[in-house]
């Protein structure tokens, strides 16, 4: 492996996946099944940055990393690419980062503070622009995200009031107003409620999972605009022993996750 100025990289640290146990596991926690629908976001992914922004997001990346996408980059936010553990990889200048970035060798999992049914996403205010009711984080680098490589969202609390007719101001580009752009392409929104993708032919969002304990009139009730619900919808899948052993011991043990999403 090589970083992408070209220079030789030493062999990526691996954390090994843990031994066999005969302790029995408890049951998977909704936290949990979150984690495994953010980690699915990198399957296979190959040799792009995942930039997870969110504390189930970092965990899921860091999960796809040790397990099915072993050739995911992940930085520290700064200069370095990093290992599940910590352990530093290689240099990643800012310049590099968005060379990545505007190059489509990337895939984030952004936040929003609205989302519509073709994926536009506000992270800037609510109310009108001029005279906001809320000023919120400000717009960001979501354009050029959205515009320029694979886009995911987390939304760990699934209400009406994120999932809206539509949005107060487009930070993030949907699919509606992305125009061609070469490398755009929304992959998953997840929610604390199930995984929503846009396989549809309006490209509009679909119901893809639900987490189990959730029923598809749940999902209706919390999101103010009409959403695709295929005739089956599968639960989201769950996670495998030595993954949820991962999670718990290896990655998160001080179970942070779940202060994001409870039950």
Known sequence: MSDITGAPLPPPTRTPLLPPTRTPLLPPTRAEY???????AWRD???????????????GARLARCTFSPDLLLTDGEALLVGPD??????????????????????VM?????????GNQNISCIGD?????????????APVNTLNHATSYWIP???????????????????????GAPFHHLARVVSGLGV??????????????????????EVREATAFPLAVPDEVPYTRDPTAAELRLIREVIDPADTRSREVAG
């Open 45 to 59: 992914a190959g040799e792009i940055l995942a930039s997870p922004m969110g504390l189930i997001p970092s965990i």
């Open 86 to 107: 910590g352990t530093v990889e290689g240099w990643l200048p800012y310049r590099q980062h968005l060379t990545l970035a505007a190059g489509g060798r990337r895939h």
């Open 157 to 179: 609390k699934h209400s009406r009031r994120v999932f809206v007719e539509k949005v107060d101001m487009v930070c993030g580009v949907g699919n509606d107003r992305a125009g």
């Open 196 to 217: 929503f993708d846009f396989a549809t032919p309006d490209r509009s969002m679909r119901l893809a999972s639900l987490h189990p304990g959730v029923t598809v009139e």
């Open 110 to 118: 952004m936040g929003a503070s609205q989302i519509d049914r073709y």
């Open 129 to 141: 622009w001029a005279r906001p009711a809320r000023q919120l984080l400000g717009v960001r680098g």
């Open 34 to 40: 979150c984690v495994i629908a953010c980690a699915e």
